[in-house]
């Protein structure tokens, strides 16, 4: 049996697995290694078994004795099934005390029902959220652990030697007990959608809408990456757009076919946020985007009919174009602000209904680097924003970002009527703007739904004008009003 030397282990080598533990390595870790198929650690032997200290088991119990007490494995292996069936494994040949750190994309759920189920056998269980693919794994990722306070203390200082740093400040932090880490995880993934779609919908405006070609809209992003808009996504669009394919030597994006896939996460945000009334309604958007650009059939059919609409680019009636661009700028940013504040009020949400503290402080400043939504700037706003003892109740009532969508709120405007006028859909530009006029309402068309609800269904109603539950008797004459 092998001596234990390592304090932490991983599991699962692919992609994930293999650039964290060489992370884990670079950072004077001694870091033991599993797969269920030796030929994967065999490969990382082969081709980074130098760069740190390993130590490669074939078998699980060679795993566990390789590893000092309390025992910290780190699972990298799909997540439902194998995920479930490695701990099974793991429970086998640990012992109590011990900890087991599912670091894939498991559903917050799964992770509460299994630290449970865990924690009731003796070990801890750390459902550990990990962004920044497989670049963010092997450099530093933005880490969000839930699990007990007491398994931090020990697996704490190791994720803070491998995360990605900003200002010398690790991008870690415990964000809360059993499912937290993975909730934010999963809120994180749905606030990266709508980030990714809000830039697809500034492209498509400067694209169809002014016929501006990709070099120059790479241009434009390499410019906003300057500004407030600085980001990891806003970069790489940059990258992209000036990227030429190698066989056609045509614009990249152009060869690609505009079927969006996703994973499940961006789903899990929208289904979440339905469940615990939250409206996450600009990620929602940017879940259903995705979807429409897959119904390939659907959309030819749609060609073929011919659907009637404008198909032309847009009409500046005089309006300069540098100072239109600009309006596109400020439509980018607010919306991509309220579907931050969407994505924290679904965490503050979910913490309310799982009954976690989560600091959004905290959340904001782990996901500053890392991750692929970081944005220095906006995450350092906030930070910020969030620090205290009396945060807002919307990201969008700090002073800060109230004075900025104000000030922007005329562009976004503007910028939505003319893509709406040049049959070009923005769904999170439109849908953002929808939600920030609806806080902003001092009256909402809803009184009109609660009638109808009590019309057809006796739901009840409250007054304006005094407190109590009242129901209509609608059939009758006159339609009394009774109090419930
Ligand atoms: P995959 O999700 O492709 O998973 C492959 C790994 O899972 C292999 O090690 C494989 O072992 C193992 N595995 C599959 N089925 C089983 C099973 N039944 N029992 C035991 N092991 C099994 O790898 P990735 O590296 O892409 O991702 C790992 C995890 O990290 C996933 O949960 C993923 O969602 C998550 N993640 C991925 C990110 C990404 O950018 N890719 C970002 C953040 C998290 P074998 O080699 O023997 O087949």
């Known amino acids: 049996m092998a001596e234990a030397t390592a304090n932490i282990g991983v599991i699962g080598l692919a992609t994930m697995g293999s650039n964290l533990a060489r992370n884990l390595a670079h950072h004077g870790n001694t870091v033991a290694l599993f797969n269920r198929h030796y030929s994967r650690t065999e490969k990382l032997m082969n081709e980074h078994g130098t760069e740190g200290n390993f130590v490669p088991a074939e078998t699980l119990e060679e795993f566990a004795a390789s590893l000092k007490r309390p025992r910290t494995a780190i699972i990298m292996v799909k997540a439902g099934a194998p995920t479930d069936a490695t701990i099974a494994q793991l429970e086998e040949v640990f012992e109590p005390g011990d900890i087991i750190v599912d670091g894939g994309n498991s559903f917050f759920k799964d992770t509460i029902k299994r630290e449970k189920e865990v924690r ?11 962004s920044g693919g497989e670049e963010g794994a092997l450099n530093g990722p933005s880490l969000m652990p839930g699990g007990t306070a007491e398994s931090w203390k020990t697996l704490g200082p190791i994720l803070q030697s491998i995360a990605a740093k900003v200002n010398g400040e690790p991008c870690v932090t415990h964000i809360g007990t059993d499912g937290a880490g993975h909730f934010v995880k999963m809120v994180h993934n749905g606030i990266e959608y709508a980030d990714m779609q809000v830039i ?39 990258e992209i757009l000036h990227h030429k394919d190698a066989e056609t030597g045509k614009p990249f994006v152009d060869v690609v076919v505009d079927h969006a896939g996703m994973k499940g996460t961006g789903t899990w945000t929208v289904q979440t946020g339905l469940e615990c009334g939250s409206p996450v309604a600009a990620i929602g958007e940017a879940v259903f985007a995705r979807a429409l650009s897959s119904h390939g059939e659907l959309r030819e059919d749609a060609q073929k009919e011919g659907l009637a609409g404008p198909n ?3 009409d500046l009636a005089g309006e300069d174009k540098a100072a239109f661009v600009e309006d596109v700028r400020k439509a980018l940013f607010a919306s991509k602000v309220v579907a931050y504040a969407q994505g924290l009020n679904e965490i503050q949400d979910g913490a309310k209904e799982y009954g976690w503290d989560i600091n959004l402080s905290e959340v904001a400043r782990i996901w500053r680097g890392g991750c692929i939504i970081r944005a220095q700037f906006l995450l350092d706003r906030i930070t910020e924003a969030f620090r205290g003892d009396n945060p807002p109740a919307s990201l969008l009532f700090d002073p800060y970002f109230e004075k900025i969508i104000g000030e922007s709120q005329d562009a976004w405007r503007r910028v939505i009527v003319r893509a709406v006028e040049a049959g070009i859909p923005t769904p999170v530009f439109s849908s953002s703007l929808a939600y920030y006029d609806g806080l902003r309402s001092k009256r909402l068309p809803t009184a009109l739904t609660q009638s109808q609800r009590d019309f057809f269904g006796a739901h009840t109603y409250g007054r304006v004008d005094k407190p109590g539950v009242f129901h209509t008797l609608w059939a009758e004459e006159g339609k009394p009003e009774i109090e419930a």
């Not at 009731?120 to 990990?130: I, L, S, T």
């Open 120 to 130: 009731a056998k003796g070990f801890h269980f750390v459902g550990c959220g990990v």
């Open 200 to 238: 697809g919908e500034a492209y498509d405006i400067l694209r169809r809408g002014l016929g501006m070609d990709a070099e120059e809209i790479g241009d434009v992003f390499a410019e906003w990456n300057k500004g407030d808009l600085d980001s990891y996504l806003i970069e790489i669009t940059a």
């Open 312 to 314: 032309k680019t847009i």
